[in-house]
């Protein structure tokens, strides 16, 4: 008689039992989920520290590397090459004899010439004790005195023509090229050989005109090449040119290229930096940090696991780091990559450990 309403009740009951059941379990996945927005809306970012150093102002330029003074040494007189006493890459001396021609022709004309002037100069003599005797003319006495003269300069040009059988450097440097060969027979103003002063290097750049105000002689210069990606140089500003060119609105601008190992040749292709000015102790962060927008440029500062849009005033730049002038004080921890993803407020995950 008792059963029928305990079973009635039990019907009753159970699906309350499973709705609370249903609604507890509702509640976890409620709560997983909003654990889960909450730790997906930190994103991952590396950050770095802002520093303090000095920073530069550069101007940079390209030309190629130039030799401070060349020549080409040409045969004054011509015959055959007898004697090579330098090559290529040798390091001489002005007046240093480079080669030898044979000079007998001119040798024997020296000597033909020397006679000549010898047997007049005795006749000249005898000439003299004749006049002051009175036994000769004044005319007759001068005519031989204008053709000792005469018989002297072509004993001198005949010198001079035998010592240009060696060739000789003109200037300081070292032997860029060799034209001829042992026993080559060369004419006058053949070229032979050709020397580069080396020391120093000149580099020319060609500098718009908006630049003037900025660069003076004396400023110090970085240079690099292509050819030894992984050296650097030092170089100064040696001479500005006073005017501008109409056509190309440009200055000349003349750098001079320490190189005491003479790794350096000429002709080598390289890129000039010229520090025209220098800020201590500035503000310096990684290029990478900076967001450059239409409106501003900004950095991402991170405070209490938040980053936040600063926005900034940038000045010089230097290989990876640029100037801050204004927004940052120094010591702010910034995010230097995925920065792209954050807007003011994001929370974030560092992966890295704040480094300058």
Do not use: N, W
């Given at each position: 008689?008792?059963?029928?309403?305990?079973?009635?009740?039990?019907?009753?009951?159970?699906?309350?039992?499973v709705l609370g059941a249903c609604e507890m379990q509702a509640e976890d996945d409620d709560e997983k989920n909003a654990a889960d927005e909450e730790e997906a809306a930190a994103i991952p970012v590396e950050?770095?520290?802002?520093?303090?150093g000095d920073i530069f102002a550069i101007?940079?330029?390209?030309?190629?590397?130039?030799?401070?003074?060349?020549?080409?040494?040409v045969a004054k007189v011509g015959g055959e090459i007898v004697e090579l006493l330098v090559e290529e890459g040798d390091i001489v001396k002005s007046g240093q004899i480079l080669a030898r021609l044979d000079g007998d022709r001119l040798r024997l004309e020296t000597q033909q010439a020397k006679a000549n002037l010898s047997k007049l100069e005795q006749e000249h003599k005898r000439n003299t004790n004749l006049r002051e005797r009175g036994l000769i003319s004044a005319d007759a006495f001068e005519n031989i005195r204008y053709e000792m003269d005469s018989l002297r300069a072509t004993y001198n040009m005949a010198r001079l023509e035998l010592s240009y059988?060696?060739?000789?450097?003109?200037?300081?440097?070292?032997?860029?090229?060799?034209?001829v060969k042992l026993g080559n027979t060369i004419t006058a103003d053949e070229p032979v050989f050709h020397v580069s002063d080396m020391d120093p290097?000149?580099?020319?750049?060609?500098?718009?005109?908006?630049?003037?105000?900025?660069?003076?002689?004396?400023?110090?210069?970085?240079?690099?090449?292509?050819?030894?990606?992984?050296?650097s140089f030092s170089g100064v500003v040696a001479r500005i040119s006073p005017t501008v060119s109409p056509e190309t609105g440009t200055f000349k601008v003349t750098v001079e290229v320490a190189d005491s190992?003479?790794?350096?040749?000429?002709?080598?292709?390289?890129?000039?930096n010229i520090i025209f000015d220098k800020r201590e102790q500035a503000i310096l962060v990684r290029r990478s940090a900076i967001i450059v927008g239409d409106l501003d440029t900004v950095v991402y500062v991170i405070e209490d696991g938040v980053?936040?849009?600063?926005?900034i005033t940038t000045g010089y730049t230097s290989d990876e780091n640029i100037e801050i002038v204004e927004g940052l004080?120094?010591?702010?921890?910034?995010?230097?990559?995925?920065?792209s993803g954050l807007k003011d407020g994001t929370k974030i995950s560092i992966i890295n450990p704040a480094t300058g």
């Open positions: 008689m008792h059963i029928r309403p305990l079973y009635r009740r039990v019907l009753f009951l159970l699906p309350l039992i950050v770095g520290r802002a520093t303090r101007y940079s330029a390209t030309a190629a590397l130039e030799a401070d003074s060349e020549a080409e040494v059988t060696e060739i000789k450097a003109p200037i300081d440097g070292v032997v860029a090229d060799r034209y290097l000149l580099g020319y750049l060609h500098v718009p005109e908006r630049e003037f105000r900025k660069l003076s002689p004396g400023q110090q210069v970085r240079i690099s090449v292509d050819a030894m990606p992984d050296k190992d003479g790794q350096l040749k000429p002709g080598m292709f390289g890129r000039f980053a936040h849009r600063r926005p004080t120094g010591d702010e921890v910034i995010v230097v990559v995925g920065q």
